[in-house]
């Protein structure tokens, strides 16, 4: 009955959103020429620009009199008003009933694969004209291979949406050296050496507090953010879903893999031994995993190097000397393991079609945060809110749930960006710990096959887009209620509800592009 109802609470999104881009429509043939510019004006003349992120950070968000959002306005003639999802509520379903509900921002962050909706359903704006004219910083810094990408993404090979673009790992897998020292360890090179560091982290006290507390390595529920396990099997994941990359000669979807069953079976040892988290799969959200971390417990994790500075932080005020380093990936005989990278394609700006009178403010706003010429306000932020300055240079101020959130939008990252970045987010004697775990990754990263996969491929196959089969495997083949054996039911059993039909899309995607 539980499903029956949720069929029906998504079929009546669908309506909605059909009634309201037919709507839509109407209204936009009604309105004033897109060059005309300003949907909306502030009391000084100046245009709004409603911004949609998802995903937010420690902080409030910043009012029209905020000096972050007065310094755009003065720069742009566009006042930034952000959007974000309510505290607790699920994002994707959020931002599908604000869609269906036609309360449309000027531009959005798509999460969900719901810049495939609006593309389909006609209700996303074509940028290919509009880009080069009104955001020349985007347009020219964005690599031509990653537009490419985004054509690939739409039935009439037109650009709807601006790309996350990171040209070197994001994510790596992160260990506590000084837990390594403390057991008088070296670096595991081996599956086996790795296994044995784990059983060193769990039976002899290497944060030091005396109790038996420590989590070897810890992962969130569903199996997420535990890459790193997977990782050394050679199976493309990211933040817990499987990918698409070549196994058995051609692109393939990870999750069903002879390289995942292995990693699952070796997953399900460590949680028997309770060298795993045995509360991973309870780890809801992050909240409850983070703290774990930033509380000492946790040895061998899978995170992101250049967001270390508040976590690592938190670390030294119990443990003092907490180091963290890049650990290479242990060898695992028979497979090829390594990091996985996702450089261009992935969505992370689209106007909807609704919001065309807007389009050219929120692309001026848009380019703003792309032109270099910015890139130290984009940086820094406001003087006492977002740095201080010491010894006369600026240094960043750690957020906090009181503070207004600095106002950004651009998320273009190279190699150099990157270490200007550690360079200006972490203390000087924290910045050498941050670049070497960046190069440990760099060493073990790789593109996959399905970077930039776009979400069309899974149209009208809902349930193998949101891995919702493999996680319920996964959680009840390694927490030990169902055998390993069951893996390969699964796999019957997500070829059998569209696997097969969706694997030939991407395998035709992948020749058009690659």
């Not at 074509?126 to 347009?139: F, I, R």
Request: aromatic residues 10%.
């Amino acid at each position: 009955m539980k499903k029956n109802r949720y069929h029906v609470f998504l079929f009546s999104i669908v309506v909605l959103f059909l009634l309201v881009l037919t709507a839509c429509s109407s209204s936009n043939n009604e309105s004033t020429s897109k060059d005309e510019g300003n949907k909306e004006e502030t009391a000084d003349g100046s245009a709004t620009v409603t911004v949609f992120k998802s995903h937010m950070g420690k902080g409030t968000i910043p009012g029209s009199d905020d000096p972050h959002v007065q310094y755009i306005k003065e720069k742009t003639g566009v006042e930034y008003q952000l959007e974000s999802t309510p505290p607790g509520s699920e994002p994707a379903e959020y931002i599908n009933l604000m869609i269906a509900s036609e309360d449309f921002p000027d531009i959005l962050r798509p999460i969900g694969g719901v810049e495939q909706t609006l593309i389909n359903q006609g209700g996303a704006l074509a940028l290919d004209e509009l880009l080069p004219k009104h955001a020349p910083n985007v347009w020219e810094r964005i690599p031509e291979e990653a537009w490419n990408i985004v054509r690939s993404a739409s039935p009439d090979g037109k650009i709807y949406y601006v790309p996350k673009v990171y040209l070197i790992p994001e994510r790596a897998a992160l260990l506590r050296q000084d837990w390594l020292d403390a057991v008088g360890m070296e670096m595991p090179k081996t599956l086996d050496e790795y296994k044995e560091m784990l059983i060193a982290f769990r039976d002899q006290d290497p944060n030091g507090n005396g109790k038996k507390d420590e989590l070897p390595t810890s992962g969130r529920e569903f199996g997420r953010w535990m890459d790193h396990l997977f990782a050394m099997f050679g199976v493309a994941m990211w933040e817990g879903y499987p990918e698409w990359d070549i196994y058995d000669g051609e692109i393939n979807y990870a999750g069903t893999s002879e390289n995942m069953k292995a990693a699952i079976a070796f997953i399900r040892e460590l949680y028997a031994e309770k060298l795993l988290d045995n509360e991973t799969f309870l780890n809801k959200g992050g909240d409850v995993w983070t703290a774990k971390i930033n509380n000492n417990l946790v040895g061998s994790w899978y995170h992101l190097p250049a967001n270390l500075r508040e976590r690592y932080a938190a670390m030294k005020e119990g443990a003092p000397d907490a180091y963290i380093t890049g650990m290479p990936l242990p060898e695992v005989e028979g497979f090829d393991g390594f990091i996985t990278q996702k450089s261009m394609g992935e969505p992370e700006w689209m106007i909807p079609k609704a919001s065309e009178d807007n389009a050219i403010n929120a692309l001026k706003l848009l380019d703003f945060f792309y032109d270099p010429e910015n890139a130290e306000f984009v940086q820094y932020g406001i003087e006492g809110v977002q740095h201080e300055v010491v010894d006369g240079e600026k240094v960043l101020l750690p957020s906090s749930d009181d503070k207004p959130l600095a106002l950004g939008m651009l998320n273009l990252t190279t190699d150099e960006s990157m270490k200007l970045r550690i360079e200006n987010s972490f203390v000087e004697e924290e910045q050498q710990m941050v670049k070497d775990i960046f190069e440990v990754s760099k060493a073990d990263a790789r593109r996959i096959a399905g970077d930039g996969l776009p979400s069309t491929v899974y149209e009208g196959y809902p349930d193998i887009q949101s891995h919702k089969l493999f996680q319920e495997y996964l959680t009840k083949i390694v927490i030990g209620e169902w055998e390993l054996d069951k893996f390969d039911e699964f796999v019957e059993k997500w070829k059998q509800s569209g696997g097969e039909e969706v694997t030939k899309q991407v395998q035709e995607w992948y020749e058009k592009v690659k």
